[in-house]
């Protein structure tokens, strides 16, 4: 299975449900141009649900850091929420865990957009 985003407004935060491998090809694509629209759409706050991604490669966490530098530089912020183990791992052995802010709970995680 390749990644598929879904996103949803919970008051002006969008939050993006993250589903499948995030890997190197057509997976990072998508997500990278997922992202791009959204940020064209005028969406500033994004918290990114990866709860239900399987799995994620060099180029995936490349693709969150890249979503992380595209957000910011758009006066935009970008969170994460509910890392599975398969994503918590390569994020804190690359030290980026200290990067971005990580919630365990949607409603903890949109309420921290002020």
Known sequence: M????????????????????LTLGEASGTFREALRNLISQGQKKILLNLGSVSYMDSSGIGELV???????SAGGTLKLLNLTHRVQTPLQSTKL???FEVFDDETTGVKSFV
């Open 2 to 21: 390749s990644v598929k985003i879904s996103t949803r407004q919970v008051g002006d935060v969008t939050v993006a449900e993250v589903a499948g491998k």
């Open 66 to 72: 890249a979503a992380y530098t595209t957000v910011t």
């Open 97 to 99: 865990y200290t990067v």
